[in-house]
Nanobody, 126 residues
Framework: QLQLVESGGGLVQPGGSLRLSCAASGVAVDHYAIGWFRQAPGKEREGVSCISSTDVDIYYADSVKGRFTISRDVAKNTVDLQMNSLKPEDTAVYYC???????????????????WGQGTQVTVSS
Protein backbone atom coordinates (compact mmCIF):
# COMPACT_ATOMS: atom_id res chain seq x y z
CA GLN A 1 0.00 0.00 0.00
CA LEU A 2 1.17 3.50 -0.79
CA GLN A 3 2.70 5.44 2.10
CA LEU A 4 3.98 9.02 2.08
CA VAL A 5 6.36 10.69 4.54
CA GLU A 6 7.11 14.42 4.55
CA SER A 7 10.36 15.92 5.78
CA GLY A 8 12.25 19.21 5.66
CA GLY A 9 10.05 21.47 7.72
CA GLY A 10 11.35 23.74 10.43
CA LEU A 11 11.79 27.31 11.63
CA VAL A 12 13.09 29.90 9.18
CA GLN A 13 13.31 33.69 9.09
CA PRO A 14 11.27 35.75 6.62
CA GLY A 15 13.01 35.79 3.26
CA GLY A 16 14.64 32.42 3.89
CA SER A 17 14.26 29.10 2.12
CA LEU A 18 13.26 25.54 2.90
CA ARG A 19 13.08 22.40 0.80
CA LEU A 20 10.35 19.89 1.64
CA SER A 21 10.50 16.29 0.49
CA CYS A 22 7.66 13.80 0.04
CA ALA A 23 9.04 10.27 0.04
CA ALA A 24 6.92 7.40 -1.25
CA SER A 25 7.14 3.74 -0.30
CA GLY A 26 5.42 0.81 -1.95
CA VAL A 27 5.02 2.55 -5.32
CA ALA A 28 7.00 4.66 -7.77
CA VAL A 29 6.21 8.37 -7.65
CA ASP A 30 6.19 8.66 -11.43
CA HIS A 31 2.93 6.67 -11.51
CA TYR A 32 1.13 9.27 -9.38
CA ALA A 33 0.20 12.89 -9.39
CA ILE A 34 1.73 14.36 -6.22
CA GLY A 35 0.47 17.43 -4.44
CA TRP A 36 1.59 19.69 -1.62
CA PHE A 37 -1.12 21.15 0.61
CA ARG A 38 -1.01 23.32 3.69
CA GLN A 39 -3.29 24.25 6.55
CA ALA A 40 -2.67 27.26 8.77
CA PRO A 41 -4.43 27.94 12.08
CA GLY A 42 -7.95 29.22 11.46
CA LYS A 43 -7.76 28.66 7.70
CA GLU A 44 -8.98 25.96 5.33
CA ARG A 45 -6.65 23.51 3.64
CA GLU A 46 -5.05 24.97 0.52
CA GLY A 47 -3.58 23.22 -2.48
CA VAL A 48 -0.13 24.79 -2.82
CA SER A 49 1.41 22.97 -5.77
CA CYS A 50 0.64 19.73 -7.62
CA ILE A 51 2.38 17.87 -10.42
CA SER A 52 0.94 15.26 -12.78
CA SER A 53 2.27 11.73 -13.05
CA THR A 54 4.06 12.66 -16.29
CA ASP A 55 5.28 16.12 -15.13
CA VAL A 56 3.41 17.87 -17.97
CA ASP A 57 0.72 19.49 -15.80
CA ILE A 58 1.93 21.63 -12.89
CA TYR A 59 -0.25 23.83 -10.71
CA TYR A 60 0.75 26.58 -8.29
CA ALA A 61 -1.51 28.59 -6.04
CA ASP A 62 -1.41 32.30 -6.83
CA SER A 63 0.02 33.02 -3.39
CA VAL A 64 3.20 31.02 -4.10
CA LYS A 65 3.81 31.57 -7.82
CA GLY A 66 7.36 32.71 -8.48
CA ARG A 67 8.52 31.63 -5.02
CA PHE A 68 7.87 27.86 -4.83
CA THR A 69 8.95 25.14 -7.25
CA ILE A 70 7.75 21.53 -7.32
CA SER A 71 9.89 18.77 -8.84
CA ARG A 72 10.05 14.99 -9.07
CA ASP A 73 13.23 13.06 -8.27
CA VAL A 74 12.70 9.59 -9.70
CA ALA A 75 16.06 8.30 -8.43
CA LYS A 76 15.12 9.13 -4.84
CA ASN A 77 11.42 8.34 -5.33
CA THR A 78 10.46 11.74 -3.95
CA VAL A 79 8.60 14.88 -4.93
CA ASP A 80 10.17 18.02 -3.51
CA LEU A 81 8.91 21.54 -2.88
CA GLN A 82 11.55 24.25 -2.95
CA MET A 83 10.25 27.27 -1.02
CA ASN A 84 12.06 30.59 -1.44
CA SER A 85 11.36 34.11 -0.19
CA LEU A 86 9.28 32.72 2.64
CA LYS A 87 6.75 34.96 4.37
CA PRO A 88 5.10 34.67 7.79
CA GLU A 89 1.82 33.86 6.04
CA ASP A 90 3.45 30.68 4.68
CA THR A 91 3.43 29.29 8.22
CA ALA A 92 1.37 26.09 8.21
CA VAL A 93 1.47 22.33 8.43
CA TYR A 94 2.40 21.06 4.97
CA TYR A 95 1.03 17.74 3.71
CA CYS A 96 1.69 15.75 0.57
CA UNK A 97 -0.84 13.56 -1.22
CA UNK A 98 -0.79 11.09 -4.13
CA UNK A 99 -3.38 10.38 -6.85
CA UNK A 100 -2.81 7.48 -9.22
CA UNK A 101 -2.35 8.68 -12.79
CA UNK A 102 -3.82 12.07 -11.97
CA UNK A 103 -3.46 15.63 -13.21
CA UNK A 104 -1.82 18.34 -11.13
CA UNK A 105 -4.54 20.97 -11.40
CA UNK A 106 -7.27 18.46 -10.58
CA UNK A 107 -5.46 17.14 -7.52
CA UNK A 108 -4.89 20.60 -6.08
CA UNK A 109 -8.35 22.03 -6.77
CA UNK A 110 -10.53 18.93 -6.26
CA UNK A 111 -8.43 16.62 -4.11
CA UNK A 112 -9.46 12.98 -3.83
CA UNK A 113 -6.07 11.36 -3.33
CA UNK A 114 -5.24 7.73 -2.70
CA UNK A 115 -3.04 8.64 0.25
CA TRP A 116 -2.01 11.50 2.55
CA GLY A 117 1.16 11.98 4.53
CA GLN A 118 1.18 13.01 8.18
CA GLY A 119 2.50 16.53 7.63
CA THR A 120 5.52 18.64 8.51
CA GLN A 121 5.47 22.00 10.30
CA VAL A 122 6.83 25.10 8.57
CA THR A 123 7.17 28.22 10.71
CA VAL A 124 8.34 31.53 9.24
CA SER A 125 9.15 34.03 11.96
CA SER A 126 11.81 36.53 12.96
Amino acid sequence: QLQLVESGGGLVQPGGSLRLSCAASGVAVDHYAIGWFRQAPGKEREGVSCISSTDVDIYYADSVKGRFTISRDVAKNTVDLQMNSLKPEDTAVYYCAADFGGWGRTLCLKPSPDSWGQGTQVTVSS
